[in-house]
């Protein structure tokens, strides 16, 4: 109940084409879903997050759909560059301090390809 | 800012050796967060602190691991004796608060290599 389940593992796009990375989780008392960009030798940023008041988020090429009663949640980024090419990582928490394993879970990662 | 810095970038060891990694926070961060990437794991949340103060060890995957915030910019991490499967990126991570809500702003990682 505690997963956040991510697909797919590895997406390979073209330069100027849309990247669609899939979440979903079980469970129910999740109110904070962030994305979060990792390059290659770096720590994980923080990239766009949505609460599930709302059942999108934009900011500039990335764009968050949620949709609570199905409980998952995507990321879209649109005209794909070769630049995000990066791993993605979707999370889920309660928007109270995080107990280990309780209330944040990150997914386990989608590697993202652009080519030129 | 400099950001989250982390020491050192890289550690290889050899099984039953200590291995301490070192972290210094964003000036003025009150939480501080150790996370541990392995492929077969993702990021796993190892423990946090609040005001230097340890909230919950409970991700800490054995008594051989152990964490100690002394002051407000500094932080270590230390495996005694460190074993193979300890091998993995270490990240630091801070922030201005403990939620979620706080973004979390990660170091660039230790990696570890246990042999």
């Known amino acids: 109940q505690q997963q956040v389940k991510q697909s797919p593992q590895s997406l390979i796009v073209q330069k100027g084409g849309i990247s669609i990375i899939n979440c979903a989780y079980e469970?129910?008392?999740?109110?904070?879903f962030p994305w979060y960009q990792q390059f290659p030798g770096k720590g994980p940023a923080l990239l766009i997050a949505?609460?599930?008041?709302?059942s999108e988020k934009k900011e500039g090429r990335f764009t968050i759909s949620f949709n609570k009663s199905a409980k998952q949640f995507s990321l879209h980024i649109m005209d794909s560059q070769p630049g995000d090419s990066a791993t993605y990582f979707c999370a889920a928490s309660k928007d109270t301090p995080p107990s280990m394993g309780q209330n944040f879970v990150f997914g386990p990662g989608t590697r993202l390809s652009v080519l030129p | 800012d400099a950001g989250v810095i982390q020491s050192p970038r890289h550690e290889v060891t050899e099984m039953g050796q200590e291995v301490t990694l070192r972290c210094k926070p964003i000036?003025?961060?009150?939480?501080l967060f150790w996370y541990r990437q392995t492929m077969m794991r993702g990021l796993e949340l190892l423990i946090y602190?609040?005001?230097?103060?340890?909230?919950?060890d409970s991700g800490m995957p054995e008594d051989r691991f152990s964490a100690k915030m002394p002051n407000a910019s500094f932080s270590t991490l230390k495996i005694q004796p460190s074993e193979p499967r300890d091998s993995a990126v270490y990240f630091c991570?801070?922030?201005?608060?403990?939620?979620?809500?706080?973004?979390?702003?990660f170091g660039p990682g230790t990696r570890l290599t246990v042999t």
């Open positions: 000036s003025g961060h009150n939480s």
């Open positions: 602190f609040n005001n230097n103060v340890p909230i919950d």
């Open positions: 949505i609460r599930p008041d709302v």
């Open positions: 469970n129910t008392a999740f109110d904070y």
């Open positions: 991570a801070s922030s201005l608060g403990l939620t979620p809500f706080y973004e979390q702003y």
